[in-house]
């Protein structure tokens, strides 16, 4: 049963959540609702090849993302939210506590109960889980260069918007915003990057500790 809960509850709660957004086709470019897609995905792979010996390294890479979506939204965009944090995560019948905290939660769970004890972990797998990040934002920016909008953004995350005045290269912190961290887009993707490095690094030393 230990293996089986988590995976549940990961593919109920997105389900929960792609069914109250299906009313908004615009947020399946986000991030937060990309990873828990892809981390629900390998969740029910797993159901169906238990022992699919790539599947935990996927499960890996879909842990840091969505370990990120859940610290970047909680301390960075859900405190901007119009009716603050509580209400950040009330939005469309609760679906977004289901993205941001539950399915994340019944992630890391899995992950680390029942995925990192039977891998087989290397240094190189923390450049794995920086390919998620990188394919989305190539595919983000991409889209923004050729005038895609997000609610007059070029991007659906403040931090990755270049239609502000500190563009690419900027600096004013002062000046942060619904739409914009007041630092330039550049910056941000460092920022980004390295943020998911770092995670993933942590993550990869505790599934070790828990194959040994």
Not at 12 to 29: E, N
Not at 89 to 98: E, I, N, P, V
Not at 193 to 204: H, K, P, Q, T, Y
């Given at each position: 049963?230990?293996?089986?809960?988590?995976?549940?509850?990961?593919?109920?709660?997105?389900?929960?959540?792609?069914?109250?957004?299906?009313?908004?086709?615009?947020?399946?470019?986000?991030?937060?609702?990309?990873?828990?897609?892809?981390?629900?995905?390998?969740?029910?792979?797993?159901?169906?090849?238990?022992?699919?010996?790539?599947?935990?390294?996927?499960?890996?890479?879909?842990?840091?993302?969505?370990?990120?979506?859940?610290?970047?939204?909680?301390?960075?965009?859900?405190?901007?939210?119009?009716?603050?944090?509580?209400?950040?995560?009330?939005?469309?019948?609760?679906?977004?506590?289901?993205?941001?905290?539950?399915?994340?939660?019944?992630?890391?769970?899995?992950?680390?109960?029942?995925?990192?004890?039977?891998?087989?972990?290397?240094?190189?797998?923390?450049?794995?889980?920086?390919?998620?990040?990188?394919?989305?934002?190539?595919?983000?920016?991409?889209?923004?260069?050729?005038?895609?909008?997000?609610?007059?953004?070029?991007?659906?995350?403040?931090?990755?918007?270049?239609?502000?005045?500190?563009?690419?290269?900027?600096?004013?912190?002062?000046?942060?915003?619904?739409?914009t961290m007041g630092i330039g887009v550049f910056y941000e993707i460092l920022a980004m990057i390295a943020l998911f490095e770092m995670v993933g690094?942590?993550?990869?030393?505790?599934?070790?500790?828990?194959?040994?």
């Amino acid at each position: 049963m230990k293996r089986l809960i988590p995976k549940i509850i990961v593919l109920a709660s997105t389900a929960y959540a792609v069914v109250c957004l299906a009313h908004w086709p615009l947020g399946f470019t986000f991030f937060t609702q990309l990873s828990n897609l892809y981390m629900a995905a390998v969740a029910l792979a797993q159901l169906k090849w238990p022992h699919g010996k790539v599947l935990p390294v996927l499960k890996y890479t879909a842990a840091v993302s969505i370990f990120v979506t859940f610290l970047v939204y909680l301390t960075i965009l859900a405190p901007l939210m119009p009716g603050g944090i509580i209400a950040a995560y009330a939005q469309d019948h609760w679906a977004s506590l289901c993205l941001h905290v539950i399915t994340p939660a019944a992630s890391l769970i899995d992950f680390f109960l029942n995925d990192a004890p039977e891998g087989t972990w290397h240094k190189r797998h923390v450049a794995l889980a920086l390919v998620p990040p990188v394919i989305w934002l190539t595919f983000i920016l991409l889209l923004g260069a050729i005038g895609f909008r997000w609610h007059g953004m070029s991007a659906p995350y403040p931090f990755l918007n270049t239609l502000t005045p500190t563009g690419w290269f900027g600096w004013q912190p002062s000046g942060a915003s619904a739409t914009t961290m007041g630092i330039g887009v550049f910056y941000e993707i460092l920022a980004m990057i390295a943020l998911f490095e770092m995670v993933g690094r942590i993550f990869l030393a505790i599934a070790r500790r828990f194959s040994m």
